[in-house]
């Protein structure tokens, strides 16, 4: 069974940074691609980031293009994305998951497995 466990989420003041981490658990296949998304209330989920985990190519959405940086570890099924800048917009809950195999996109569609979500909330 997939798991993904997100963790890394808290309060930032704007202009603040922060790293959430993804932890993936269970049969993956040798390549796969990691999608990092958030949701604020309200709104419709938004996808963010996504790394190919074998080769770490990836992609971004122009609302974070810049500011929010993808990473991963092939070897602890490890996905980072570091995030600077951030703005009382930015306040969400991230979550990360898991793409169909051989799919490569920011849409949510395109996932199969998904974490629990993790808050980010920036705030003065």
């Known amino acids: 069974q997939v798991q993904l466990v997100e963790s890394g989420g808290g309060s930032v003041q704007p202009g603040g940074s922060l790293t959430i981490s993804c932890v993936v658990s269970?049969?993956?296949?040798?390549?796969?691609?990691i999608g990092w998304f958030r949701q604020a209330p309200g709104k419709e989920r938004e996808g963010l980031s996504c790394?190919?985990?074998?080769?770490?190519?990836?992609k971004y959405a122009d609302s974070v293009k810049g500011r929010f940086t993808v990473s991963s570890d092939y070897s602890k099924n490890t996905a980072y994305l570091q995030m600077s800048s951030l703005e009382a917009d930015d306040t969400a809950v991230y979550y990360c998951?898991?793409?169909?195999?051989?799919?490569?996109?920011?849409?949510?569609?395109?996932?199969?497995?998904w974490g629990l979500g993790t808050q980010v909330t920036v705030s003065s």
């Open positions: 790394i190919r985990v074998i080769d770490g190519d990836t």
């Open positions: 269970g049969r993956t296949p040798d390549y796969y691609a």
């Open positions: 998951a898991r793409a169909t195999a051989g799919v490569f996109t920011t849409t949510p569609a395109g996932y199969n497995y």
